[in-house]
């Protein structure tokens, strides 16, 4: 194995950012395909899922309606007898004597056993009960009942003037149901009495509930009837009862919670007896195969992105084992223990990356020896530098031996002008090593500058200057002044015929920046020009490299909005102004 190059920095290595970025990549694609496989399929199996539950609900809705039918088929059958229609229309004492009574009992027992619905064996017993409170009673099961006073109940709660199958329960006896109807003669449509059946509730809804899951249940409620297949479901169809009514007989599907676990409900009204059907499937019993399916799907992820993360190790491995073998060499080639990259002899990338590498050494080899060579020039530079130092200070004495002379000869003008030219070049050598002076000092400059260019030209010029005290100590850029006031006098003032004026004025504004403006009165410009393509020549080379360079100094100092401004009416009004941000501090 090659060394690796490690910073002070701990960062990871490129092996293991491609070995976590694959195996993240894959794990990602692969969880996004067991999300959307999920959805899909529980979306699939929902939909599979209503359509067996209503199915299922339409089953037990057509097993009650054929009871319901066999129940109601019934009455007829007993109607047809006639002795029992005798008794209905005309009940006379000698009708219901106890023989007679008998007789009529038996004929119900008759016609009862041999209909259809004996072989059900969820019948208890049959009621006839006339107008007249003769009640006729028939059991049709072992279970015996006290019939004077359900005949009495089942009168109280009967609803006389209801025309279609009655179907209630006695608040004392919620074990049985009782479907009925009210009897009327056939000839003058008088009412006669009422037929009620007594069915055994727990065996009625078991019926209607055969091929039922056991898992699943049923429920069949009105305002004053539950019925359950499974006993143990009372406080979830409770809850159904509370949520769904569902209107006529359209089908209600819905998701809901009873009792921390989640059903599917299917449920339908039946209008023709009053009690509303459910059908209630446990959803997580529908989801089993799902959920078992996703399991073996989970498994065979975990495997895909094992295997996918030890082909992320051997790609890492691939790609980064030839970037070793590259560092090591470079570490080589550092220490001086060789002075090229040798050819990878890998991938052809890597082969450009080593000839591209050796290519920058040999320019770095020229460069150094060019660099060196520079550097040897530098000395140079920098002994013939200190042997000129002198140079200035030799001008200075020789400036003050002048000046000296002159005042022996008491000649005030020359010693003015010998003194003005000492401090401009003082002045000058000292700027070079300062990037910013107070404006107090620079105006002393420039009045020596004035001062020396009054002289030349014999009072030719006069200048007034206005700034405010409380700016004279604010720091500016070093001869930023000075240029202005040169091209004003050389260029505006110098060219006009008669007396010229020259004025400098520092104005604050907003508390925060001050603008300086040199304005003269000679002969300005016919075009404003742009101060970046201001053209030189042999005579004003040295004024236009100065204002040139001036502009690009407050520019690159301050922004583009310190740009210097020039105005111009000719003959009559040339200004040039700039504005800076007050004590704005430069560092360079």
């Known amino acids: 194995m090659y060394p690796h190059i490690f910073s002070k920095e701990k960062r990871p290595s490129l092996r293991s950012f491609i070995t976590v970025t694959v195996a993240l990549i894959v794990t990602v ?29 339409n089953q037990v809705n057509e097993t009650i309606t054929v009871q319901i039918d066999s129940i109601d088929s019934l009455i007829p059958l007993f109607m047809s007898n006639n002795l029992i229609s005798d008794v209905l229309e005309n009940p006379q004492p000698e009708n219901t004597s106890t023989n007679n009574r008998f007789q009529i009992e038996r ?135 509370e949520h769904i009514a569902p209107q006529s007989n359209n089908v209600s599907f819905q998701e809901m919670k009873l009792k921390d676990a989640s059903y599917y409900v299917a449920a339908q009204r039946l209008e023709e007896i009053g009690l509303t059907s459910a ?48 560092v090591f060499h470079i570490n080589e080639i550092s220490r001086g223990k060789q002075s090229t990259l040798p050819a990878m002899k890998m991938y052809r990338e890597f082969d450009v990356w080593a000839d591209a590498f050796n290519q920058m050494l040999k320019q770095l080899d020229i460069y150094y020896n060019d660099n060196f060579q520079k550097q040897l020039l530098l000395k140079n530079a920098e002994i013939q530098a200190l042997q000129s130092q002198m140079d200035p200070h030799f001008m200075f004495n020789v400036l003050n031996t002048i000046a000296w002379k002159a005042q022996m000869i008491d000649n005030e003008e020359i010693y003015q002008m010998v003194i003005s030219l000492g401090e401009l070049l003082k002045m000058n050598t000292i700027s070079k090593e300062q990037a910013f002076v107070p404006l107090e000092k620079e105006m002393e400059y ?33 001869f930023c002044i000075q240029p202005l006031v040169e091209n004003s006098i050389v260029h505006g003032l110098e060219p006009k015929k008669g007396r010229g004026k020259l004025a400098i004025q520092v104005i604050e504004k907003d508390n925060s920046r001050m603008e300086i403006c040199i304005a003269d009165n000679g002969v300005g410009f016919s075009e404003i020009p742009d101060v970046r393509n201001i053209p030189s020549s042999a005579e004003d080379s040295h004024t236009h490299i100065g204002l040139r360079n001036l ?28 504005t800076i941000p007050i004590n704005k501090e430069e560092t360079l």
């Not at 922004?559 to 040339?574: F, K």
Request: charged share 20%; net charge neutral.
């Open 551 to 578: 502009d690009k100094r407050l520019e690159l100092i301050f922004g583009e909005e310190a740009r210097l401004r020039i105005s111009s009416t000719p003959n009559v009004c040339t200004s040039i102004s700039f």
């Open 446 to 478: 420039v009045r020596f500058y004035i001062y020396l260019q009054q002289m030349r030209f014999e009072d030719k010029i006069s200048c007034t200057i206005q700034i405010p005290n409380h700016l004279l100590h604010c720091p500016i850029p070093c």
């Open 279 to 326: 059908v209630a499937a446990p959803k997580e019993l529908l989801l089993r195969d799902l959920n078992a399916t996703l399991k073996s799907y989970l498994l065979l992820l975990a495997a895909t992105i094992i295997i996918a993360l030890f082909a992320a190790i051997i790609i890492s491995q691939a790609v980064t084992r030839p970037i070793n073998r590259m």
């Open 107 to 241: 004929q119900m027992s008759y016609i009862y056993c041999s209909s259809p619905l004996s072989s059900k064996n969820f019948t208890n017993s049959i009621y006839i009960i006339c107008d007249d409170d003769t009640v006729f009673h028939t059991y049709t099961s072992g279970n015996l009942e006290a019939t004077a006073e359900k005949s009495l109940e089942i009168q109280e709660y009967a609803d006389k003037e209801d025309s279609r199958l009655m179907c209630f329960t006695l608040p004392s006896d919620k074990n049985n149901i009782y479907f009925g109807r009210n009897l009327y003669n056939s000839n003058t449509g008088q009412h006669m009495g009422m037929m009620m059946l007594n069915i055994d509730l727990d065996k009625w809804i078991r019926y209607c509930a055969r091929g039922l899951d056991p898992a699943w249940f049923i429920s069949l409620y009105s305002s004053h009837i539950n019925m359950l297949s499974n006993p143990d479901m009372k406080s979830q169809s409770e809850e159904i009862q």
């Open 29 to 57: 694609v692969l969880l996004c395909s067991t999300f959307f496989y999920y959805n899909r399929t529980s979306s699939l199996l929902r939909g599979s899922s209503q359509e067996s539950i209503i199915r299922q609900l």
